[in-house]
């Protein structure tokens, strides 16, 4: 890449826009292997709303600061929201649910370079992103039912990428899975050897900035207009409200503290 410009006025992200129009969004909090809190989710947002109109940008590559892309979410946020009731929750809920349609719905190509630990809501920003290419030993998990929640503001993304069918699975499970199995999935594209990931992103870059930007944009519309199973704002306000039941909920509650404490939650029974 060519020399970039590098902005930054954010405390969770960091921004780079290079000649090309290459806009690197790196979630920068790796002392906690970038997991989610409302401010993350705030700045993600404002960051993606900016960017939009920015008439230098061609392409959004997110990515993760440290030893992993996304972790899921903040344990010092999971405690604060293990106070809050349904309406809070369901507040909270709908601000992740936009950050995820902003990505989503990004105007320009949008790819995910992950690699580490993949948890959560982490799965599901890879889920929004038109490409996605992991390192050979990222780990993957929708593992909210771990703890008595459920993956809801991503799962339109999430079953989007990977089917109804593996959600079933994996969104039930909670279980692990490794980047072979997430590119099997289709919630990625590809996955390589840690040293191979960089020049892996500059060959799929260098073929985004050889097409025309308008029709990336165009095509890009056309195809969310046509999925069968549209993202609709009254399937993300139901989702949030899913989610925000279940926070509020007694097993919810119970596997939220059951973490915070580190203790097996009532419901486990240990083999």
């Known amino acids: 890449m060519n020399d970039a410009m590098h902005i930054d006025k954010n405390q969770t992200i960091s921004q780079i826009i290079d000649d090309d129009g290459v806009c690197s969004v790196t979630l920068n909090r790796p002392e906690v ?36 892309f996304c972790a899921g979410a903040d344990i010092n946020w999971m405690r604060r929201m293990a106070d809050y009731d349904e309406d809070q929750n369901y507040k909270d809920a709908s601000l992740m649910s936009d950050m995820m349609d902003r ?9 995910a370079h992950v690699h580490g630990a993949v948890f959560g809501g982490g799965v599901g920003l890879v889920a ?16 909210e039912v771990k703890i008595g929640l459920i993956p ?29 199995i997430a590119k099997h999935l289709g919630l990625i594209h590809e ?40 993202i609709d704002p009254e399937i993300r306000r139901r989702t949030a409200r899913m989610i925000a039941q ?12 059951a973490f915070l404490e580190k203790r097996p939650p009532s419901w486990r029974r240990e083999h």
């Open 246 to 257: 279940v926070r509020a909920s007694d097993e919810g509650r119970e596997g939220t503290s």
């Open 152 to 180: 809801s503001v991503i799962s339109p993304y999430v079953v989007e990428a990977i089917g109804v069918r593996n959600a079933r699975r994996y969104f039930l499970s909670g279980e692990r899975f490794d980047a072979p």
């Open 103 to 111: 990505l989503y719905r990004f105007p320009k190509p949008t790819l």
């Open 128 to 143: 929004c992103c038109d490409i996605a290419i992991a390192s050979q030993n990222t780990v993957f998990s929708l593992s």
């Open 33 to 68: 292997r970038n997991a989610f809190n409302d401010t993350m989710i705030e700045e993600i947002t404002e960051e993606l709303v900016m960017l939009e109109s920015n008439p230098q940008v061609r392409i959004l590559v997110l990515r993760g600061a440290g030893k992993s």
């Open 191 to 230: 996955c390589c050897e840690d040293n191979d990931l960089p020049a892996l992103e500059q060959t799929i870059l260098n073929e985004l900035l050889h097409s025309a930007p308008g029709a990336q944009e165009i095509a890009k519309s056309q195809l969310q207009n046509v999925v069968a199973n549209n």
